[in-house]
């Protein structure tokens, strides 16, 4: 068989660039093979405070081309292809991507999620004209504008805080009467003279013509609408795994999660995932990371027994 | 590829009438149109003929970008005879396949 790596892992997110470090590291060949932007969603945050160590210079995209650097240091190969198929039926575990096939005696699953729609009309038809889900990227556009943020976790409210630094105000519209996200958080953006909130309330359409121009707002307990005037809105209601390429190969949750053991192991030997994919309660990029380091090691441990016996 | 900018944007891409133009609009913080400016780099080697390449810095040209309707990133636009063909949204671009099925087209 020509050339077999010993990890693939599929996703070059946090859990995916940590996993490529902890394989290389110990002088596995390992493959990680990126469909969009290495980095993955934690590349879209300008403001990643949480990482240990992370006081300085610690937006999402420096920290994780940081990692990316370090993976690569070790020997990680990178490429950019999108995984369209695969075959994990025999030892040797064969991954189809758009431009070629790659096999490998293990292979790590870090394909992370994606925000999640906020179900209003005329949303999708809206999106890069005024709705968007990346803070971070859209953000300047907005400078001296009015904008609103949908959601109440930790994300809507961090990107809500990091929008006044460019818009003239800021409009937090939860469909409950309080927030989720942590109390420092809340403190911060309760203290901020540009930030709004709208309670009880969904979003329940878009309107502008070419570009968003206002939003319907539905208050879920009265019932009553009314419409407010914004030029961006920014949804943050929460995530769905990308696990479509892996249904019928591997089990997942009726949510689409892959769920595992603490070793990372799926139900399919030799197959592993790590980070937001996985079934968990905690979705950082410092569980990513986590999970890699623990999913490479298992890897490693597997191919051996497996493997070099 | 053309650095277009309000100064050229109507010379370059409105009144340009030889071939389609292609302009890439991205941003200083925009991760997703960095990572992808070498796919299109070698999109222009390959298309370059047919299509004239421009890109369009957004933090420097927030103005332009809004009144081209342009409020996320990155937006991939192709403009024939001044007039919007195509519009690639962000959430139409996960890779430089995308760009490229759109610039097939033409
Ligand atoms: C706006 C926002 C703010 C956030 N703020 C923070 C914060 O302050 N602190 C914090 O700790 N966390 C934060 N997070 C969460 C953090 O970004 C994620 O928990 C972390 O990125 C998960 O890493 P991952 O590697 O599991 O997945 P991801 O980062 O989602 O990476 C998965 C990668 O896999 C790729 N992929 C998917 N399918 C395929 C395929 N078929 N073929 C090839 N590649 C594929 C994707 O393109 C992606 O790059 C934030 C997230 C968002 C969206």
Redesign the interface.
């Known amino acids: 068989m020509s050339n077999v790596y010993d990890i693939i892992i599929i996703g070059g997110g946090p859990a995916g660039l940590s996993a490529g470090l902890y394989g290389s590291r110990s002088k596995l060949s390992v493959l990680v093979i990126e ?5 993955g969603q934690a ?2 945050t ?1 403001e990643l405070e949480n990482y240990p160590g992370s006081i300085e210079n610690c937006t ?2 420096a920290l994780t081309e940081r990692m990316k650097k370090q993976a690569e240091e070790f020997g990680t190969e990178f490429i ?1 292809d ?1 995984v369209v198929s695969v075959d994990f039926t025999s030892d040797i575990k064969k991954v189809l991507c ?1 431009n070629g096939e790659y096999n490998a005696k293990a292979v790590i699953i870090a394909t992370g999620a994606e925000p999640r729609l906020g179900g209003f009309e005329r949303e ?1 038809e809206l ?6 889900y ?1 803070a ?6 907005f ?1 001296g504008l009015d904008v609103a943020v949908i959601g109440g976790g930790d994300s809507a409210i961090t990107e809500a805080i990091y929008l006044t630094k460019f818009a003239e105000s800021v409009t937090v519209i939860h469909r409950r009467d309080s927030l989720r996200a942590a109390k420092s958080l809340q403190e911060k953006a309760f203290n901020n003279p540009k930030i709004k909130f709208i309670w009880n309330s969904v979003v329940t359409c878009a309107k502008g013509d ?3 121009e206002s939003l319907t707002v539905k208050n879920v307990v009265t019932g009553e609408t009314s419409e407010i005037s914004v ?2 809105v920014f949804v943050f209601v929460g995530l769905n795994p990308i696990t479509s390429v892996f249904k019928g190969h591997i089990n997942l949750n009726e949510s689409g999660y892959i769920p595992t053991d603490e070793n990372m192991r799926t139900n399919v030997e030799g197959v592993f995932a790590a980070g937001d994919v996985r079934v968990k309660s905690l979705r950082q990029v410092i569980t990513a990371a986590a999970d890699g380091a623990i999913a490479a090691v298992a890897a490693e441990e597997y191919i051996n027994e497996k493997f070099n016996k | 590829m053309i650095e277009v900018n309000k100064d050229n944007f109507e010379a370059e891409v409105l009144n340009y009438k030889e071939k389609p133009v292609f302009v890439d609009y991205w ?7 960095k ?1 992808l400016m070498p ?1 299109v780099h070698k999109l222009e080697e390959k298309y370059g003929d047919k299509i004239k390449f421009c890109s369009l810095n ?2 420097q040209n ?1 103005r332009l ?2 009144a081209q ?5 990155p ?1 991939m636009i192709v403009y024939v005879n001044g007039e919007k063909a195509e519009v690639l ?3 139409k671009i ?4 995308d760009i490229e099925e759109m610039l097939k087209k033409f």
Do not use: H, M, Y
């Open positions: 469909k969009g932007k290495f980095g590349t879209t300008a999402g995209p950019k999108e758009k999708i999106r890069g004209r005024g709705v968007s990346c971070t990227c859209d953000a300047d556009f400078e070419e570009i968003l030029n961006g | 941003g200083d913080k925009c991760e997703t149109c990572q796919d957004t933090s927030r970008a809004i309707k342009v409020l996320g990133l937006t949204t962000p959430d996960s890779s430089a396949a």
